[in-house]
């Protein structure tokens, strides 16, 4: 019977069991994403806008942001690898189903369903990840099992795209499927069946540790960091072909350069995070507004639009493992369900961009508008970091005057 074991302090490995989940959510990540790249095939396919055809993301967002948290507490009960594994399962059905329809509203509901399923494994792979990493390094271990995300943009994501343009997008979806069957064994198999020494998980501990304020300023400093950089990467394939002149076989190019990017960025925003997660935070949430800036200014240039979207994937994702890790910590003995309003917030900040964006795309802004409101969103993401920090140094002070900090407190021990 596997066993989750922390890491070595001598060696500072993280358990093998973390590439497990990382592996997970690179399907899971690549399904989310790949849609950006294949958008026109499927409203040609259709016979819908490619805005209408935006939709999949935005219903997929939906489902994340109501499904995390409503399934983090209907399999509460459940051993970790029996939801990762289901999960999985019904990730596999849903595209199976989106590969065979031609109904447009069937295909939003299996992407809703499916991103039920992802919103589950999300939540619970980053809850085993940190407590398999341990305290010291739990940031590091989210890096990487988030990192499967991002780099399922520098491989999944622009070989899909390069699917869907070969074979059609529906090709995508029946890769996707064929993969997830195999993983669901490979993570049953690897993740541990026991869950500790510690109290049994229970609805009224995963609400009570909601009461920290700390976590709502977390959550929507979530919100605001992906529905700005993802109303841009939405709809960032008209911008490269309308604006900078691209031809549409380059564009998973493009993808490549941005999920590097983002994967250097989740990783290193991890591993810096968990010694200095405000100075992460704050650097990330400049260079986001200012990449998003310049990036409406200078679209026409290709060179620079380019450059201006792998920089975009670095520091927009950069603050994700952070904010999660904190989420995580704030919640102490009760994770799961804070762990799944960190994915849910940041898919309703998915949603209400990419929402806002499709209108944006259609306006008399054109191709540029989406880039503009992501601008805009980017610029309110200091708001909840200041008072998060704010709060987080009072409570600290606090802390500090009643008793010394010790390992286990839950809080989170970064500096500036």
């Given at each position: 019977?596997?066993?989750?074991?922390?890491?070595s302090?001598?060696?500072?490995?993280?358990?093998?069991?973390?590439?497990?989940?990382?592996?997970g959510?690179?399907?899971?990540?690549?399904?989310?994403?790949?849609?950006?790249?294949?958008?026109?095939?499927?409203a040609?396919?259709?016979?819908?806008?490619?805005?209408?055809?935006?939709?999949?993301?935005?219903?997929?967002?939906?489902?994340?942001?109501?499904?995390?948290?409503s399934?983090?507490?209907?399999?509460?009960?459940?051993?970790?690898?029996?939801?990762?594994?289901?999960?999985?399962?019904?990730?596999?059905?849903?595209?199976?189903?989106?590969?065979?329809?031609?109904?447009?509203?069937?295909?939003l509901?299996?992407?809703?369903?499916?991103?039920?399923?992802?919103g589950?494994?999300?939540?619970?792979?980053?809850?085993?990840?940190?407590?398999?990493?341990?305290?010291a390094?739990?940031?590091?271990?989210?890096?990487i099992?988030?990192?499967?995300?991002?780099?399922?943009?520098?491989?999944?994501?622009?070989?899909?795209?390069?699917?869907?343009?070969?074979?059609?997008?529906?090709?995508?979806?029946?890769?996707?499927?064929?993969?997830a069957?195999?993983?669901?064994?490979?993570?049953?198999?690897?993740?541990?069946?026991?869950?500790?020494?510690?109290?049994?998980?229970?609805v009224?501990?995963?609400?009570?540790?909601?009461?920290?304020g700390?976590?709502?300023?977390?959550?929507a400093g979530?919100?605001?960091?992906?529905?700005?950089?993802?109303?841009?990467?939405?709809?960032?394939s008209?911008l490269?072909?309308?604006n900078?002149?691209?031809?549409a076989?380059?564009?998973?190019?493009?993808?490549?350069?941005?999920?590097?990017?983002?994967?250097?960025?989740?990783?290193l925003?991890?591993?810096?995070?968990?010694?200095?997660?405000y100075?992460?935070?704050?650097?990330?949430?400049?260079?986001?507004?200012?990449?998003?800036?310049?990036?409406?200014?200078?679209?026409?240039?290709?060179?620079?639009?380019?450059?201006?979207?792998?920089l975009?994937?670095?520091?927009g994702?950069?603050?994700n493992?952070?904010?999660?890790?904190?989420?995580?910590?704030?919640a102490?003995?009760?994770?799961?369900?804070?762990?799944?309003?960190?994915?849910?917030?940041?898919?309703?900040?998915?949603?209400?961009?990419?929402?806002?964006?499709g209108?944006?795309?259609?306006?008399?802004?054109?191709?540029?508008?989406?880039?503009?409101v992501?601008?805009?969103?980017?610029?309110?993401?200091f708001?909840?970091?200041?008072?998060l920090y704010?709060?987080?140094?009072r409570?600290?002070?606090g802390?500090?005057?009643?008793?010394?900090?010790?390992?286990?407190?839950?809080?989170?021990?970064?500096?500036?």
């Amino acid at each position: 019977m596997p066993t989750i074991a922390p890491p070595s302090p001598r060696s500072g490995r993280l358990p093998f069991v973390t590439y497990v989940l990382a592996t997970g959510v690179f399907l899971m990540g690549t399904t989310e994403f790949v849609v950006a790249g294949i958008l026109p095939g499927i409203a040609q396919d259709l016979g819908i806008t490619v805005a209408d055809a935006g939709l999949t993301i935005t219903v997929f967002a939906i489902g994340m942001i109501v499904g995390t948290p409503s399934m983090a507490v209907l399999t509460l009960k459940l051993p970790h690898r029996t939801t990762l594994s289901l999960a999985l399962v019904i990730y596999a059905i849903g595209h199976v189903v989106v590969a065979v329809s031609s109904s447009f509203p069937v295909i939003l509901g299996a992407r809703f369903a499916t991103a039920l399923a992802t919103g589950a494994f999300w939540a619970v792979a980053a809850v085993v990840g940190a407590k398999a990493a341990g305290p010291a390094a739990s940031s590091r271990a989210l890096g990487i099992v988030l990192g499967g995300g991002m780099l399922a943009n520098v491989i999944g994501v622009p070989i899909g795209a390069f699917a869907g343009q070969t074979i059609g997008w529906r090709g995508t979806f029946w890769a996707l499927a064929a993969l997830a069957l195999p993983a669901a064994i490979i993570v049953y198999r690897q993740v541990a069946t026991d869950r500790g020494t510690g109290p049994a998980p229970s609805v009224r501990a995963e609400l009570a540790s909601l009461r920290d304020g700390r976590i709502w300023l977390v959550l929507a400093g979530c919100v605001i960091v992906c529905g700005s950089s993802l109303a841009a990467y939405s709809f960032i394939s008209p911008l490269l072909t309308t604006n900078s002149g691209l031809a549409a076989a380059a564009v998973p190019l493009v993808l490549v350069g941005y999920g590097l990017g983002a994967f250097v960025g989740s990783n290193l925003g991890g591993r810096l995070g968990a010694r200095r997660p405000y100075a992460v935070l704050f650097t990330s949430a400049t260079a986001t507004f200012l990449v998003l800036g310049a990036l409406c200014l200078f679209s026409a240039d290709p060179i620079v639009t380019i450059a201006l979207i792998v920089l975009l994937g670095l520091f927009g994702m950069a603050t994700n493992p952070v904010l999660i890790g904190m989420a995580v910590r704030y919640a102490d003995q009760a994770p799961t369900l804070a762990s799944a309003l960190s994915t849910s917030s940041f898919n309703l900040g998915t949603a209400i961009g990419s929402w806002i964006a499709g209108y944006a795309l259609e306006s008399a802004l054109g191709a540029t508008g989406p880039v503009l409101v992501g601008t805009c969103i980017a610029a309110v993401y200091f708001v909840p970091l200041v008072l998060l920090y704010r709060k987080e140094t009072r409570w600290s002070t606090g802390r500090r005057g009643r008793r010394p900090a010790g390992p286990g407190t839950g809080r989170c021990r970064g500096r500036v």
